[in-house]
């Protein structure tokens, strides 16, 4: 038998579960295999995996976060440029704290201490795309393969993004009162306690902000999972039309959740039969870009600046999307 | 003085906030104490990561929720 299947069978994707979720909805009377019973075998044993996972995850995640606070990132990312500052960049990205709230704050932190554009917007860009939790919760859903390459290819992003950023000569466009912000470096060491304190902290804050999300995404996945005929789905956003990129990277822009509130919807389009590269954009234009974010954005960058960002980050995202549609069948 | 609280209201920067006042009242100092929520004019004063504590307008501390008896060291 192999072990490494069984082992991420039951602790990744949670068999056992799934399992015990079924005999207790046939317990309550529900027949699994009706539509009603179905909905809400795929809403109870979706929230309890996400929570339980999503836990576990930040714990262990925030953990090694906090050996890299962004101070301490900057100064590794302080003096360097080409295309491996914009690599290493991106990479610091994945574990560096889950809230977009913080990239604001990180943008002007490392722009006043003279970093270039190009570093911090791989680093900007990489952040709320790639995090490891995610990747574990996408193992989790789908499988490996499919999240080791959700990763490449988001660091391909933020590194290209970085780079093109940074060739458009921008440096002027960003508002005047950033770089007279004095550069700080209040970095303390913690203990092996205070470390362990932090992470607990996180999963408390992180996950007392995000349930609302995950109850919703769960929610509308299990409608899309068990009411949503599947032939309107594909109708909309099936792989055969052009469109489906172009329209799930639309709806997702504007769009203000966790990637945590977004896996189950995902999860349920591609049962339904959506692509998968449609799906990941969505995901991507859901967690890299939002409406908020937007708007927090224009207060420290200027209009230019602004929509070159939004351009490389949107453009990047329908080609990921278009390139895996193409390529699903390696995948699933 | 003024003791400005930077944080966009999560609960460590309430925390700060209590910590701070009593830290005032114990060092008998008049302090008023003013919160900051504004992400942007929070990463004016060169904070990365939230709560900062702001003094007479010098940030002293970041990232961290500072003991009664820390702040009181640094009124």
Redesign the interface.
Same mark, same amino acid.
């Given at each position: 038998m192999n072990i490494f299947g069984w082992l991420n069978d039951q602790l990744l994707r949670m068999q056992w579960l799934s399992d015990l979720v079924t005999a207790g909805v046939s317990a309550a009377g529900l027949d699994p295999t009706s539509r009603l019973g179905g909905s809400v075998q795929f809403f109870v044993y979706d929230v309890i995996k996400i929570f339980i996972l999503l836990s576990v995850l930040i714990f262990a995640i925030s953990y090694v976060q906090s050996f890299f606070?962004?101070?301490r990132t900057?100064r590794i990312l302080g003096g360097r440029s080409g295309i491996w500052a914009n690599t290493l960049a991106a990479l610091l990205g994945t574990i560096t704290?889950f809230c977009s709230?913080?990239s *604001?704050? *990180?943008? *002007?932190?490392f722009t006043?201490a003279g970093l270039p554009l190009a570093i911090t917007f791989s680093f900007l860009i990489s952040s709320p795309l790639v995090d490891l939790a995610s990747v574990i919760l996408l193992a989790s859903i789908f499988n490996w393969p499919i999240a080791l390459a959700y990763v490449a290819v988001g660091l391909v992003v933020a590194v290209v993004g970085g780079t093109l950023i940074g060739r458009a000569g921008m440096e002027d466009q960003v508002a005047e009162?950033v770089r007279s912000?004095?550069?700080?470096d209040?970095d303390?060491t913690m203990t092996r306690i205070e470390r362990l304190a932090f992470a607990r902290?996180q999963v408390?804050?992180i996950v007392h902000r995000v349930w609302p999300y995950v109850l919703i995404g769960v929610a509308i996945g299990a409608a899309i999972h068990n009411w949503v005929p599947a032939d309107i789905i594909t109708a909309l956003l099936g792989q055969e039309n052009w469109w489906s990129v172009p329209l799930a990277t639309l709806i997702g822009i504007p769009m203000y959740a966790d990637i945590f509130g977004t896996l189950p919807i995902a999860e349920a389009l591609v049962a339904k039969g959506v692509g998968l590269g449609t799906v990941l954009a969505f995901m991507m234009a859901v967690t890299a870009l939002s409406l908020p974010s937007i708007i927090?954005l224009k207060?420290?960058v200027k209009t230019p600046l602004l929509m070159l960002f939004l351009a490389v980050v949107t453009g990047g995202i329908l080609g990921i999307g278009v390139l895996f549609n193409a390529v699903t069948h390696w995948f699933i | 003085m003024i003791i400005k609280i930077l944080g966009?209201g999560?609960?460590?920067c309430v925390a700060l906030g209590e910590n701070a006042k009593a830290a005032a009242a114990a060092a008998g100092k008049a302090a008023e104490i003013v919160k900051v929520t504004d992400?942007?004019q929070?990463?004016?004063?060169?904070?990365?990561?939230?709560p900062g504590l702001v003094i007479d307008e010098k940030?002293v501390?970041?990232?961290?929720v500072l003991t009664v008896q820390e702040i009181e060291k640094l009124l």
């Open positions: 606070p962004p101070e900057r704290p709230c913080s *604001i704050p *990180i943008f *002007i932190g006043a009162f912000v004095p550069v700080q209040n303390q902290d408390v804050e927090m207060r420290v | 966009s999560c609960k460590k992400i942007v929070i990463a004016a004063y060169g904070l990365m990561s939230t940030l501390s970041g990232g961290k």
